[in-house]
Nanobody, 132 residues
Framework: QLQIVESGGGLVHPGESLTLSCATSGFTLSHTVEDYVLGWFRQAPGKERDGVSIMSRSGIDTYYIDSVKGRFTASRDNARNTAFLHISSVTPDDTGDYFC?????????????????????WGQGTHVTVSS
């Protein structure tokens, strides 16, 4: 059973940076982390969960929604079964719960951002509060 644990959230001040981590485990010999597309989702208070960044299985390709381009950098280290989301110049709009998720399907990366149903495995999330 694939397991996902996010970490790195907390209280940050506007303009600061932070990096979230996504640790995955529970793989088998026939299924490794490279069999999964990984995505980062954000759920702001009172709003729906939205995809912000999607990483291809190899990590070579990454998709970002327009509103986070230039500030969010997603990456994955398949050798360590870990993914990261670096957020620079945070704003109060970045406040929310951040989730890491894994999808076994293969589509164009942009599709995943609006299709959380494509992700079969989710972490519990890590909360980020941006406040002065």
């Amino acid at each position: 059973q694939l397991q996902i644990v996010e970490s790195g959230g907390g209280l940050v001040h506007p303009g600061e940076s932070l990096t979230l981590s996504c640790a995955t485990s529970g793989f088998t010999l026939s299924h490794t982390v490279e069999d999964y597309v990984l995505g980062w989702f954000r759920q702001a208070p009172g709003k729906e969960r939205d995809g912000v960044s999607i990483m291809s299985r190899s990590g070579i390709d990454t998709y970002y929604i327009d509103s986070v381009k230039g500030r969010f950098t997603a990456s994955r280290d398949n050798a360590r079964n870990t993914a990261f989301l670096h957020i620079s110049s945070v704003t109060p709009d970045d406040t929310g719960d951040y989730f890491c998720a894994a999808s076994p399907y293969q589509f164009s990366l942009s599709i995943y951002a609006t299709r959380p149903d494509l992700f079969r495995h989710w972490g519990q999330g890590t909360h980020v509060t941006v406040s002065s």
